[in-house]
């Protein structure tokens, strides 16, 4: 077995998802050596270009060998493996099973992913539906919280790929209704994740039950020292791939934070969502108690919202999710673990209702909005308890966060040096009767200020001349937060406006 340190990386990028090239007519993904079921599935499904992750693991797993994958969710890694999975598949399908394999003459799976969570095991079983649609291959989903029968009679049924949670794939095969035999290709989609969930001793157990030749597929948004065990452990002799380092792929998301007195987070939520008219964000509390507390108040206030997290039954997941995504619900609220996987393409608008206590949760929870390329926003409420965990996720990220005031909700005390910094800033160009300087992203896809005097950002004018919608500071003052020195620049994208409507 090699070890991690010992891999030869094939291709290191640091392109975020956002570096995409424009269209092509041939998409591109023929080019990778995939088969013409393949890209008209893909084709079909609207994407014509690959992502930097897809033109790097495409070809690599075509080739075979183990492959081990740095990336996060939202660059398209899905795609990556499932679609040259589903060519190997093919090329490899026997026209007869084994006699005596004990499925009467069933299809026995072979291929099997494992993933964290029941909506991401959900969300790459739809992917290898749609990209599969060409294909004669079948696929379940296997995962707790719902009824075990239909998944024995889907496994009966016979499939050629399942993709599961550990936890109840073990159930399934404790009670002899999967036979992993024929199992050719393993995958384990966010390996970090499924160890921080506590998954390493069903991943072992599984490991061991699985037939010892087969190629296998690693992905995980980092590599801490477990991780690196289970690769040496797993991976044979295995291709690196990596792409959108973490502080890249929060770039493509604007940042901002909003101090407040907790006891008026809800209703500055509630103030936010109305005028800025935010029709579909996604909310994260830390708590399973707090998500439904939060969703009864803003129900209460007339925004339709649902919780999600562990707690809710798989139905009631699936259905807020399916709403969520329609547009029916404004607002769904989840814990980290919940929104795990959720993948909605072109989510706006993603709130830390309440930061998460480790300042990876951060990352992967703006990482919900901002997918392939697309842009988006993510706003954090914090309040002065908060600020220490707010300072852990500007280290670990490398970037000041923006800070945003929003009129009527200013916390009586700031324990926050940032925006202290900032408001002396502002009060020194009051002073000063500095002009206003226009903010805001100019004249964006329905950008607009909050209403009612709305935001500023700190650095800007919320104490000055300028008024709503007018801020000032020094001309060559840094616009909404700094970087520290050697660290990427904290975000501006979009000329620094605060907070901003869609
Ligand atoms: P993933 O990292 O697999 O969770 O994918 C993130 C998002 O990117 C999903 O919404 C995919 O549907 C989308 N996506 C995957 N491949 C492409 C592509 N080649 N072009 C544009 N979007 C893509």
Redesign the pocket.
């Given at each position: 077995m090699a070890t991690a340190e010992t891999l030869a990386p094939i291709a290191v990028s640091d392109a975020p998802?956002a570096s995409?090239a424009p269209a092509t007519v041939d998409g591109g993904f023929a080019a990778l050596g995939l088969r013409d079921e393949l890209v008209r599935a893909?084709l079909a499904h609207?994407?014509?270009?690959?992502?930097p992750?897809?033109k790097q693991a495409i070809p690599a797993v075509l080739e075979g060998g183990d492959l081990l994958g740095g990336?996060?969710?939202?660059?398209?890694?899905?795609?990556?493996f499932v679609l040259p999975m589903l060519q190997r598949l093919m090329l490899s399908a026997k026209p007869q099973l084994p006699p005596n394999n004990g499925a009467r003459g069933k299809k026995l799976p072979r291929a099997l992913i494992l993933a964290p969570t029941r909506e991401l095991a959900a969300?790459v079983e739809e992917?290898v539906r749609i990209y599969g649609k060409f294909l004669p291959m079948t696929s379940t989903c296997i995962f707790g919280g719902v009824g075990i029968n239909p998944q024995i009679q889907a496994m009966r049924h016979g499939v050629d790929i399942v993709v599961a949670t550990p936890g109840r794939l073990l159930d399934l095969y404790g009670q002899g209704a999967i036979n992993f035999s024929q199992i050719e290709i393993l995958v384990l989609d966010e390996a970090d994740r499924m160890l921080d969930m506590g998954f390493i001793h069903d991943i072992k157990k599984v490991l061991a039950v699985l037939p010892p030749k087969r190629q296998n597929l690693l992905f995980s948004a980092t590599f801490s020292d477990d991780i690196k065990a289970l690769t040496d452990r797993l991976l044979n002799n295995p291709k690196m791939i990596e792409v959108a380092r973490r502080n890249t792929t929060i770039e493509v998301v604007d940042q901002s934070v909003v101090l407040v007195d907790k006891a008026h987070k809800a209703k500055l939520l509630v103030h936010l969502i109305r005028e800025q008219k935010w029709t579909q964000s996604l909310i994260f509390t830390r708590t399973k108690h707090g998500a439904n507390r939060l969703a009864e108040q803003l129900e209460k206030s007339g925004i339709s919202a649902m919780a999600i997290h562990g707690n809710k039954s798989q139905g009631a997941r699936t259905k807020a999710l399916a709403e969520f995504k329609t547009g029916t619900l404004q607002a769904l609220v989840a814990t980290d673990i919940a929104a795990r996987g959720i993948?909605?393409?072109q989510l706006p608008q993603v709130v830390n209702y309440e930061l998460p206590n480790v300042p990876e949760d951060y990352v992967h929870r703006i990482g919900r909005t901002g997918?392939?390329?697309a842009s988006g926003q993510a706003m954090s409420l914090v309040t002065n308890e908060e600020l220490p965990l707010l300072k852990d996720i500007e280290r670990f990220s490398k970037q000041v966060i923006a800070r945003v005031k929003i009129e009527g909700f200013n916390p009586a005390l700031i324990a926050d040096p940032v925006s202290t910094t900032a408001d002396a800033r502002d009060a020194e160009w009051a002073a000063r009767g500095g002009r206003p300087a226009p903010r805001g992203r100019p004249g964006g896809s329905g950008a607009k200020r909050p209403s009612s005097g709305g935001s500023a950002g700190y650095g800007g004018g919320a104490g000055g001349a300028g008024g709503a919608g007018g801020g000032q500071r020094p001309p060559s003052g840094p616009p909404r937060g700094r970087a520290p020195a050697g660290a990427p620049s904290a975000r501006p994208r979009t000329g620094g406006g605060g907070a901003r409507g869609r």
């Open positions: 998802a995409h893909v609207g994407y014509s270009t690959p992502t992750i897809q990336a996060q969710t939202g660059t398209g890694k899905t795609a990556g969300q992917s993948d909605i393409d997918r392939a390329g």
